[in-house]
């Protein structure tokens, strides 16, 4: 069980991040490298700091009007065990996640990664690929450009099939 996580850091409250107000935490490194990413500061995988999970989680709770937590980049695929344990307890807390990655839902499941898989499992909408500049469009709901997608990972685990959100 990882205890700690590297952030590039986090925003207490946000509307533009997922449904509702959402505590989002930046993950520290990326290997997407995506043209006319948003984020660039967290590339560098040794940049940012490390942070408990207990201080975010514990951070969440002060805030009532909080809807969910919204792990973002970076990339959290490549610290899979700790956002996993964040995510895991953000849901114990009562708390909605939504899990931004770069990699597509289907080489997500095709690694076959049991981390990954894990991360997957506690992550209740996943917006997946990486930012396209050619595609990117402001008038999209939490995502940047047309090639992402919010996915139902519940729904999909449950059907064993791609389901998509609602919001897209």
Not at 42 to 52: A, Q, Y
Not at 78 to 101: D, R
Not at 118 to 141: A, H, I, M, N, P
Request: proline share 3%; glycine share 8%.
């Amino acid at each position: 069980m990882t205890s700690q996580i590297r952030i590039a850091g986090v925003v207490k409250e946000s509307i533009v991040d997922g449904p509702g107000i959402r505590f989002v935490v930046f993950a520290q490194g990326c290997h997407h490298h995506c043209e006319g990413c948003h984020n660039p500061a967290t590339h560098d995988l040794s940049g940012g700091h490390l942070v408990s999970i207990d201080t975010i989680i514990a951070e969440m709770k002060k805030n009532p009007l909080l809807d969910g937590i919204t792990l973002s980049g970076g990339e959290p695929f490549l610290q899979p065990e700790g956002f996993s344990e964040l995510a895991k307890c953000a849901q114990a807390a009562g708390f909605h996640v939504i899990t931004y990655t770069g990699y597509t839902f289907e080489t997500l499941l095709a690694k076959k990664d049991q981390r990954w898989l894990r991360l997957l499992r506690y992550t209740d909408l996943l917006v997946d690929g990486r930012f396209e500049e050619e595609q990117k469009s402001l008038l999209l709901k939490f995502r940047g450009s047309k090639n992402q997608r919010i996915i139902d990972v519940n729904q999909s685990q449950l059907k064993n099939k791609l389901i998509l959100s609602k919001m897209n």
